[in-house]
């Protein structure tokens, strides 16, 4: 029987199914809840020093539907990070941390570009007993007006310093979360690996306009009459999530062999997660998955993700991590590749074809009739 047990940067993880920073781990009541269900690892919502610069809008989300099922196939958000106070998600997770003290939880930590806030965040989380962070450097919205989330993750500059100052002082592994909202998501991977952080996670969600509403003729969501460019989220990024990933999965085989990727985009099922380790991530997480399906689709999604290893006599996620990063090349050597395919085909044809009647053998002769037939 295969096993979904990994151990990621020392993280001993059940299963590769972590909560993606989001709703989904907004506080310790939900975290634990999490772990309950059997998420191998947690992410918390996004924290931040001082939550009162924090202040959300209602509504905040906005959905797009498949035509015909009328299933929710993408996700616009403009929510912010968490709007609870430090003091408070510091007594949670101490909590959660006591309750659980075997599972993996995560602290998302946002600042904005100034050296002590960054290492007083980090410092306070980890002497609370957090097992990671990830550095939210992607965040797509509201933040970026104040120089925060993506308008770091856009610079590998400011990128690599902030990164810097954290790994100068955290005694624990430290994931840089990745803006999708750039051309060359290798440029802001290296610049973090450089900077000493053990792992990248991809993708934070893609700035987008969810659509106009046609009777109001005033764009969704609707905050007031109006609204700001959001991020998107669900199914419908996971093509654009998996191409990130083997791109980035390529930097770390070439250039950072012991570092880590944790895939993040649209994966709501066990053969979801699959796709993403075959391209080189070594955990899966799940966001807007949650807030459709709730915590308990983990259940389905280790099976799934257990049948596929059986099919394929994978014991291990190993066995298959990557494995299909390699059947990516250049559009000039699939040119090259479909040639040479041709020309060999080209070659067997015309050797069973008869130009006379001497090449007739015994062996080929049913191949050569039917050739013959064919033309
Ligand atoms: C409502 C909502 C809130 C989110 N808040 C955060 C956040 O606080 N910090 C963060 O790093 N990512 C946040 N995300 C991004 C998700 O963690 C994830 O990167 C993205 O949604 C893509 O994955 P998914 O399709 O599984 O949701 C949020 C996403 C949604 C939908």
Same mark, same amino acid.
């Given at each position: 029987? =295969?096993?979904?047990?990994?151990?990621?940067?020392?993280?001993?993880?059940?299963? =590769? #199914?972590?909560?993606?920073?989001?709703?989904?781990?907004?506080?310790?009541?939900?975290?634990?809840?999490?772990?309950?269900?059997?998420?191998?690892?947690?992410?918390?919502?996004?924290?931040?020093?001082?939550?009162?610069?924090?202040?959300?809008?209602?509504?905040?989300?906005?959905?797009?539907?498949?035509?015909?099922?009328?299933?929710?196939?993408? %996700?616009?958000?403009?929510?912010?990070?968490?709007? $609870?106070? #430090?003091?408070? %998600?510091?007594?949670?997770?101490?909590?959660?941390?006591?309750?659980?003290?075997?599972?993996?939880?995560?602290?998302?930590?946002?600042?904005?570009?100034?050296?002590?806030?960054?290492?007083?965040?980090?410092? $306070?989380?980890?002497?609370?007993?957090?097992?990671?962070?990830?550095?939210?450097?992607?965040?797509?919205?509201?933040? =970026?007006?104040?120089?925060?989330?993506?308008?770091?993750?856009?610079?590998?500059?400011?990128?690599?310093?902030?990164?810097? %100052?954290?790994?100068?002082?955290?005694?624990?592994?430290?994931?840089?979360?990745?803006?999708?909202?750039?051309? @060359?998501?290798?440029?802001?991977? $290296?610049?973090?690996?450089?900077?000493?952080?053990?792992?990248?996670?991809?993708?934070?969600?893609?700035?987008?306009?969810?659509?106009?509403?046609?009777?109001?003729?005033?764009?969704?969501?609707?905050?007031?009459?109006?609204?700001?460019?959001?991020?998107?989220?669900?199914?419908?990024?996971?093509?654009?999530?998996? $191409?990130?990933?083997?791109?980035?999965?390529?930097?770390?085989?070439?250039? #950072?062999?012991?570092?880590?990727?944790?895939?993040?985009?649209?994966?709501?099922?066990?053969?979801?997660?699959?796709?993403?380790?075959?391209?080189?991530?070594?955990?899966?997480?799940?966001?807007?998955?949650?807030?459709?399906?709730?915590?308990?689709?983990?259940?389905?999604?280790?099976?799934?993700?257990?049948?596929?290893?059986?099919?394929?006599?994978?014991?291990?996620?190993?066995? #298959?991590?990557?494995?299909?990063?390699?059947?990516?090349?250049? @559009?000039?050597?699939?040119?090259?590749?479909?040639?040479?395919?041709?020309?060999?085909?080209?070659?067997?044809?015309?050797?069973?074809?008869?130009?006379?009647?001497?090449?007739?053998?015994?062996?080929?002769?049913?191949?050569?009739?039917?050739?013959?037939?064919?033309?």
């Amino acid at each position: 029987m =295969p096993t979904l047990e990994t151990t990621v940067n020392g993280l001993k993880m059940p299963n =590769p #199914f972590v909560i993606g920073s989001g709703p989904p781990g907004t506080n310790g009541n939900v975290i634990g809840k999490a772990f309950d269900e059997g998420w191998g690892a947690v992410i918390c919502k996004t924290i931040s020093l001082d939550a009162t610069k924090v202040v959300n809008v209602q509504p905040r989300y906005a959905r797009l539907r498949a035509r015909d099922s009328k299933e929710i196939i993408g %996700w616009e958000n403009i929510e912010l990070i968490s709007d $609870r106070s #430090f003091d408070i %998600w510091v007594e949670e997770l101490k909590a959660v941390k006591d309750k659980y003290p075997d599972r993996i939880l995560i602290a998302s930590i946002m600042e904005e570009f100034n050296k002590d806030a960054w290492v007083e965040i980090v410092e $306070r989380c980890q002497d609370l007993g957090v097992d990671a962070f990830e550095l939210n450097f992607s965040c797509p919205h509201g933040l =970026p007006e104040r120089k925060m989330g993506s308008a770091m993750g856009e610079n590998p500059d400011i990128l690599s310093e902030v990164s810097g %100052w954290v790994n100068a002082v955290a005694k624990v592994p430290v994931w840089a979360k990745m803006t999708p909202n750039v051309t @060359h998501i290798e440029d802001p991977t $290296r610049a973090a690996l450089k900077a000493g952080c053990e792992g990248v996670s991809a993708i934070n969600t893609i700035r987008s306009v969810l659509g106009i509403d046609l009777d109001t003729l005033r764009p969704e969501p609707q905050v007031e009459g109006y609204t700001t460019p959001g991020g998107y989220s669900c199914r419908a990024v996971m093509p654009i999530a998996l $191409r990130m990933c083997m791109e980035i999965a390529r930097v770390i085989r070439d250039e #950072f062999p012991n570092s880590t990727l944790s895939g993040i985009g649209g994966v709501e099922t066990g053969n979801d997660a699959a796709q993403f380790i075959l391209l080189g991530a070594d955990t899966v997480q799940v966001c807007t998955g949650v807030m459709k399906f709730g915590y308990g689709m983990v259940k389905n999604m280790c099976d799934e993700l257990l049948a596929f290893m059986v099919k394929h006599e994978f014991e291990t996620l190993d066995d #298959f991590k990557g494995h299909s990063v390699q059947y990516f090349t250049t @559009h000039a050597d699939l040119v090259k590749r479909q040639a040479e395919t041709r020309a060999a085909a080209k070659a067997e044809h015309d050797k069973r074809m008869i130009r006379d009647d001497a090449q007739w053998t015994g062996d080929e002769f049913v191949d050569q009739s039917d050739a013959l037939a064919r033309g």
